[in-house]
Nanobody, 111 residues
Framework: QLQACGGGLRQPGGSLRLSCAASGSVFSRMAWYRQASGKQRDLDADISRDGSTYYTDSVKGRFTISRDNTKNTLYLQMNSLKPEDAAVYYC?????????WGQGTLVTVSS
């Protein structure tokens, strides 16, 4: 139901835009998580259907979450990337009875 893409290799300070295409109904809330190697999966940002957003302190001011409900697609604009942003990024959609996860897209930040 969720297909994430857009990951890649960037130098520190660079930018990247992730996309997550959803099929089926529009989720009430969607989010981006990251999972670095050997670590747990952590929330970066989420967004409600009407566009209300939440960011963790580590990405606030650098990342922007957005969604296009007409295309049923979630985005994450990542600016000022840091080496510690390197991780597999997952999108999540919150349905009525359960959450749905995308397959993950790898972001590498290295000079």
């Amino acid at each position: 139901q969720l297909q994430a893409c857009g990951g890649g290799l960037r130098q520190p300070g660079g930018s990247l835009r992730l996309s997550c295409a959803a099929s089926g109904s529009v989720f009430s809330r969607m989010a981006w998580y990251r999972q670095a190697s050997g670590k747990q999966r952590d929330l970066d940002a989420d967004i409600s259907r009407d566009g209300s957003t939440y960011y963790t302190d580590s990405v606030k001011g650098r990342f922007t979450i957005s969604r296009d409900n007409t295309k049923n697609t979630l985005y994450l604009q990542m600016n000022s990337l840091k080496p510690e942003d390197a991780a597999v990024y997952y999108c999540k959609g919150s349905g009525l009875y359960r959450d749905y996860w995308g397959q993950g897209t790898l972001v590498t930040v290295s000079s």
